[in-house]
């Protein structure tokens, strides 16, 4: 069974701060990396994508991926309020994407 | 386009009851998803179309579950009997390709008392 692993939280961070997320999978086969912002009540929804080892940055995010550790990470500079919810780390499995338990995030004024 | 929908947002439905959730995935996406979100489990995949075929449904719980795909632009979940532990978030996706972007429904919100 492939396994997509994260830390369910809470996260909790000031605002202004890095909020750094984290998550592990067990396929080393794995090609696609995705992460989804989930709000409470709502659907999951993309926020960005990584194929290649390194860095990848899209505003106040940058996703991190380290394929030789098996490791996928996010990062938010300047967290705001807006950004506490669940995040979900996804992992491409052969034309389908296995999704960790998420993070909850929690940005406090 | 709308984006995926799903229908119904909310079910209450008694024990023993039959229960068939819908989906209508976003027109030229090839790849149709359920998936079920608990507290305990997360988001879980149950089966997945390519095309309108079923390819994986190692996912579905057990016999109970059963889901079709008749046209591009049409599936449901059907769940016969129902039963008090399959309350859940049921969540409907499609995709272009099987590891590209999944987009997501709103979800139908299924409690079985």
């Known amino acids: 069974q492939k396994e997509v692993e994260q830390n369910s939280g809470p996260l909790s961070v000031p605002e202004g701060a890095i909020a750094s997320l984290n998550c592990t999978y067990s396929?080393?086969?794995?090609?696609?990396f995705f992460w989804y912002r989930q709000y409470s009540g709502k659907s999951p929804e993309l926020i960005m994508f990584?194929?290649?080892?390194g860095d990848k940055e899209d505003g106040r995010f940058t996703a991190q991926l380290n394929k030789a550790s098996q490791y996928v990470s996010l990062l938010i500079r300047d967290s705001q309020p807006s950004d506490s919810a669940t995040y979900l780390c996804?992992?491409?499995?052969?034309?389908?994407?296995?999704f960790g338990t998420g993070t909850r995030l929690q940005v406090f004024p | 386009d709308a984006g995926v929908i799903q229908s119904p947002r909310h079910e209450v439905t008694e024990m023993g009851q039959e229960v068939t959730l819908r989906c209508k995935p976003i027109?030229?996406?090839?790849?149709l998803f359920w998936y079920r979100q608990t507290m305990m489990r997360g988001l879980e995949l149950l089966i997945y179309?390519?095309?309108?075929?079923?390819?994986?449904d190692s996912g579905m719980p057990e016999d109970r579950f059963s889901a079709k795909m008749p046209n591009a632009s049409f599936s449901t979940l059907k769940i016969q009997p129902s039963e008090p532990r399959d309350s859940a978030v049921y969540f409907c996706?499609?995709?272009?390709?099987?590891?590209?972007?999944?987009?997501f429904g709103q979800g139908t919100r299924l409690t079985v008392v």
């Open positions: 996804a992992v491409e499995d052969t034309d389908k994407l296995i």
């Open positions: 996706a499609s995709s272009l390709g099987g590891n590209t972007e999944a987009f």
């Open positions: 990584i194929y290649s080892n």
């Open positions: 396929d080393r086969g794995s090609q696609s």
């Open positions: 179309f390519n095309n309108n075929v079923p390819i994986d």
């Open positions: 027109s030229g996406h090839d790849y």
